[in-house]
């Protein structure tokens, strides 16, 4: 197909009276006029190659900040790249966006979709007919000051490959007027997404191919509720475990036939005459999209940090209710942070450091890491199975990181010597997400536009950044791009959405990923139980472990799961079935036949079986079991885990068969009672400013996002609990709400070298004097703090004796505020 005309409007297309209007693209070409345009459109500049290379030199920045003369301890926010070297960056058509990338030798890109059939994409999904659904965030950060972003604008459409060259030609809107978009999955009989606050389902019908949304309605009216964009829940990730997980978020979600029962620990919260909608607790995970491996371990990230991992299949730490796991344990680091762009990359929002930079003006490290993805496919070469990538919009590249599994313990180093995957020297490039596809290889999401700051954070340096090249200017364009092994063909591509269950079955085997993923799914929707013989038969002696896997996790979706079929599938040498084999146990009926077999399987466990054998173990008193366990590995957060509730019963057993320490920690947690918080006494109006405070914090302000809303931060963010940054000086803490911090700080003795900044809300209009002594008095009488309120003046004079303030502090000067 040939690349449509990169100079035509970005078009919308209408939805009326609930049916979706579609059309390819000669239609597009043809009647520009029929299909109205959005309001924001600006047609892109034609840019000669001789423009696409030239560098500007310009005498005078847009808006030089000046620098505070009294400021030598913080960070001079004038800029450090210097402007005869900071490249232009117009609008660039397809062909010069592909010209514009440095690609690794062993890879090519191709296009498989473009405005004008698709614009300011975040999320895709192939269904089973290997059609784009894609997710399109219309309204975001249309200039610095975020005008338009609250209109409901943004839509979800359908493209497909009408003339099977590999390239999308026809686009069809399903749901449109919605107000920032954020996740989508499919469920039976339609779709669930997200938009800034809710979750919804919407049911579908297709005719002919034409797909027509029936009725949406709200699953979760709390899916995304408080925070401001950036620290917001998303992903709705179907997992191994059958499940929807999320990021940012410590919720899951799952839709259950009417007739079943509901699992330990978990609400119906909606249901339709399909199916009812589950939710439960688990890990809080990530920040910026969510993605699994084989075994159905999850990888996430924070923003400077593109890929973690837990290295255990998930729904575990939220057990004990007296036990946290520790937060290494949670937030395992796979791999490096450091980045290699393709060009000088000034437009970052704490570009105004220069530690942010290599000595070329490059940036150093991740700074908006995103949309991770394993990648499963069967294009590429052997060696490139399992890399993990994560997208640097900010960098303009895509991170690929080689992993590595060690008895179930996976690390990660960069997969290229000083050499990203992808980079492009086109500033627009905005590498949002990445799926694997159904011809094996990866889709790449690429958001198109320039600005990505949203404005609650945005700095006034990026601000000059911004209006210097012109980047507000990019409205309405989108690509999505195939990441091809350059040395073999694409496989031939075999499409489920026609086939029964019983002929789905043999997919979860395939040498595809997509395929195993998306027959496991259409499986689980079914509902189909005319499969279950097939699907025990894989999963006791099939060839291919991952078919094993596979078809363990459907059975159990089926709610078909018995102890014959684990017990005999536990007979593998396979540690990574075994893995499964047990989680799975948790969910079969308890006997002593059972508990015997566990006892005897401890005694065989190994340094990547123990943790989910001593689940199973707990689930179901096997007690000798968890000693062995105990014996051999010694205790922690997985035998602990396992044991919530249950320490009394497990000592009164089993004490003198272990060692004196583990003995000693169980007891201590089985005489621990959790004790209801006592509530601090506090006048009518300071007790009205807390919860304002509360509602900023978890809300507009966003500050739980890297705080946590227990006030603990993480490994890379420190705690504001029982912290005397909080508690202490009241100006101190209110000229760090107005300015800002950078680390490294130590709070409690322990150092933070966090490579992340606290952004100051001084220049956002969006905050007065009083709602930030509310976040400040919120946040010194919450959790284990008990400190005087902040009043709206103390803001407001700290407010004056700062205002020259242009520079986020550091330790050292925010310690000289007395």
């Not at 259409?522 to 291919?544: I, P, Y």
């Not at 490579?755 to 010194?780: C, E, S």
Request: net charge positive; charged share 20%.
């Amino acid at each position: 197909m040939k690349a449509l005309t990169p100079a035509l409007p970005v078009l919308f297309s209408l939805l009326i009276a609930g049916c979706t209007s579609s059309y390819t693209a000669k239609d597009l070409q043809k009647n520009e006029g029929d299909i109205s345009k959005p309001e924001h459109t600006t047609e892109p500049k034609k840019v000669t190659q001789t423009e696409q290379t030239a560098v500007i030199k310009t005498k005078q920045p847009v808006q030089q900040v000046k620098k505070n003369p009294g400021d030598r301890k913080g960070h001079d926010m004038s800029e450090v790249v210097p402007h005869d070297q900071i490249p232009p960056a117009p609008i660039l058509n397809i062909e010069q966006a592909l010209a514009a990338f440095k690609v690794h030798d062993d890879f090519e890109l191709q296009v498989v979709a473009q405005d004008p059939l698709l614009f300011d994409p975040i999320i895709v999904q192939y269904d089973a007919a290997g059609r784009v659904w894609a997710v399109e965030m219309t309204t975001f950060m249309q200039d610095v000051e975020a005008t338009g972003q609250n209109l409901k604008e943004s839509q979800i459409v359908v493209l497909t490959d009408t003339d099977q060259d590999g390239e999308m030609d026809h686009r069809q809107v399903v749901v449109e007027k919605i107000l920032l978009p954020r996740a989508f999955a499919f469920v039976p009989g339609g779709f669930i997404w997200a938009d800034n606050e809710q979750l919804y389902f919407t049911e579908t019908h297709e005719n002919q191919g034409q797909i027509r949304a029936l009725k949406t309605e709200v699953v979760d009216p709390t899916y995304a509720k408080g925070g401001n964009l950036e620290h917001k829940t998303n992903g709705l990730l179907f997992s191994l475990d059958n499940w929807y997980y999320n990021a940012k978020s410590s919720n899951r979600y799952r839709p259950y036939p009417l007739s079943a029962s509901l699992p330990a620990n978990a609400k119906e919260i909606y249901r339709n005459h399909l199916w009812k909608m589950v939710r439960s607790t688990t890990e809080f995970r990530g920040q910026f999209g969510l993605t699994q491996d084989d075994y159905g371990r999850h990888y996430f990230n924070v923003n400077s940090t593109p890929l973690l991992t837990t290295s255990f299949i998930p729904n575990v730490a939220n057990r004990n209710p007296k036990h946290k796991f520790a937060k290494k344990r949670l937030t395992q680091r796979v791999g490096t942070n450091d980045v290699y762009p393709a060009r000088v990359t000034p437009g970052i929002n704490r570009g105004y450091q220069t530690k942010m930079y290599t000595k070329d003006f490059k940036l150093k490290s991740h700074t908006s890491a995103c949309g991770p993805l394993i990648y499963r496919g069967n294009q590429f070469a052997e060696q490139y199975y399992g890399i993990g990538l994560a997208n640097e919009p900010a960098g303009n590249l895509i991170k690929a990181t080689k992993i590595t599994d060690k008895q179930g313990v996976v690390t990660g180093k960069n997969l290229f010597d000083k050499q990203e995957i992808i980079a492009s020297t086109d500033e627009r490039f905005r590498p949002v997400n990445a799926v694997n596809s159904p011809d094996g290889t990866i889709t790449l999401v690429d958001f198109y536009h320039g600005i990505i700051q949203d404005r609650t954070f945005l700095t006034s340096y990026l601000v000059n950044q911004i209006k210097q090249r012109d980047l507000e200017r990019s409205k309405h364009i989108g690509r999505l791009y195939r990441l091809k092994y350059k040395h073999k063909p694409l496989p031939k591509v075999d499409y489920l959405d026609k086939l029964s269950a019983n002929e789905l079955v043999p997919y979860l085997a395939h040498a595809n990923g997509w395929h195993r993923d998306m027959a496991q799914q259409l499986l689980v929707m079914k509902q189909d139980l005319s499969a279950v013989n097939a699907l025990k038969k894989m999963a006791t002696s099939h060839a291919n472990h991952l078919a094993q896997i596979k078809a363990l996790w459907v059975l159990e979706g089926l709610g078909s799961i018995d102890f014959a079929t684990l017990q005999a599938a536990g007979k593998t040498a396979n540690d990574k079935v075994k893995v499964s084999v047990y989680r799975l146990a948790e969910f079969v009926k308890t006997t002593p036949v059972l508990q015997t077999w566990l006892n005897t399987q401890a005694k065989q466990a190994s340094n990547e079986t123990y943790a989910a054998l001593s689940l199973a173990a707990g689930t179901h008193q096997a007690w000798p079991a968890i000693t062995q366990l105990i014996n051999t590995f010694t205790i922690d957060d997985f035998i602990i885990a396992s044991l919530g509730h249950q320490e009394s019963p497990y000592l009164a057993a089993e004490s003198h068969n272990i060692n004196l320490e583990a003995r000693k920690q169980l007891m201590v947690l089985s005489e621990l009672k959790i004790e209801a918080k006592q509530v601090k006494k506090h006048s009518a109006a300071v007790a009205a400013q807390i919860a304002q405070g509360k509602e900023l914090f978890n809300g507009k302000a966003g500050c739980f996002g890297c705080h946590g809303a227990d006030g603990e931060g993480n490994q890379f963010v420190p705690p504001l609990n029982k912290s005397e940054w909080v508690t202490g000086s009241q100006t101190r803490l209110t000229a760090i709400l107005l300015h800002g911090l950078a680390g490294p700080i130590t709070v409690n003795g322990k150092l933070y070298e966090t490579p992340m900044t606290m952004p100051g809300l001084a220049t956002n209009a969006g905050f007065k004097d009083a709602d930030l002594a509310a976040i400040a008095t919120y946040i010194r009488n919450e959790w284990d703090n008990n400190a005087t309120p902040v009043s709206t003046a103390t803001v407001t004079e700290v407010r004056e004796q700062t205002k020259l303030q242009t520079t986020t502090y550091t330790a050292q000067s925010a310690n000289e505020i007395k």
